[in-house]
T-cell receptor
Framework: KAGVTQTPRYLIKTRGQQVTLSCSPI?????VSWYQQTPGQGLQFLFE???????NKGNFPGRFSGRQFSNSRSEMNVSTLELGDSALYLC?????????????FGPGTRLTVL | GENVEQHPSTLSVQEGDSAVIKCTYS??????FPWYKQELGKRPQLIID?????GEKKDQRIAVTLNKTAKHFSLHITETQPEDSAVYFC??????????????FGKGTKLSVKP
């Protein structure tokens, strides 16, 4: 099976802009979670989607949003970008998103905000 | 909510030695504890995981132990090799989401294996 894929792999934006990142889960996986990875804060949970519904959300401002499509592909959007949003954004897929489901990560999107 | 502490933050060993990384968690309801290895510029890769109904799990040179009473779990790598050099993250499932879960990660341990 193909692994989790993310596009684009790299993005450079300026403050105030918005950005959309895409994640395609492993075939058959219906849950997609998003994480932000920074050197200072490590890996932090953003949100989780299952059957096109957000079921779980981390402690991030409303500028961070997401959605999931009927084929389980997911997108996340960050509006009004700030310098501190520069990070590696990782998505992970699992079968149904139970809390003991194994999560498999994509390669990430490296976002740089100037 | 769940909090995961990971130690040490850096670890340097000689090739062939063992390496041990320890994590503690705060939520007694957490029931799933994976370990990920992340090489520079690459995605986190699951190397081993353990669920709360077992105390130990082994896969070749890698083992994980879980002490639910003390709320800590450890990664053991034996006969380390230079290709084991990477950042290792522990994680614990967060029960606040109910049956759905997200992972709470430790800050990572940078392991260097010297030839």
């Amino acid at each position: 099976k193909a692994g989790v894929t993310q596009t684009p792999r790299y993005l450079i934006k300026t403050r105030g802009q918005q950005v959309t990142l895409s994640c395609s889960p492993i075939s058959g996986h219906r849950s997609v979670s998003w994480y932000q990875q920074t050197p200072g804060q490590g890996l932090q949970f953003l949100f989780e989607y299952f059957s096109e519904t957000q079921r779980n959300k981390g402690n991030f401002p409303g500028r961070f949003s997401g959605r999931q499509f009927s084929n389980s592909r997911s997108e996340m959007n960050v509006s009004t970008l700030e310098l501190g949003d520069s990070a590696l954004y990782l998505c992970a897929s699992s079968l149904v998103g139970h809390r003991d489901d194994t999560q498999y990560f994509g390669p990430g999107t490296r976002l740089t905000v100037l | 909510g769940e909090n995961v502490e990971q130690h040490p933050s850096t670890l340097s060993v000689q090739e062939g030695d063992s390496a041990v990384i320890k994590c503690t968690y705060s939520d007694s309801a957490s029931n799933y504890f994976p370990w990920y290895k992340q090489e520079l510029g690459k995605r986190p890769q699951l190397i081993i995981d353990i669920r709360s109904n077992v105390g130990e799990k082994k896969d070749q040179r890698i083992a994980v132990t879980l002490n639910k009473t003390a709320k800590h779990f450890s990664l053991h790598i034996t006969e380390t090799q230079p290709e084991d050099s990477a950042v290792y993250f522990c994680a614990a499932s967060n029960s606040e989401g109910g049956s759905q879960g997200n992972l709470i990660f430790g800050k990572g341990t940078k392991l260097s294996v010297k030839p």
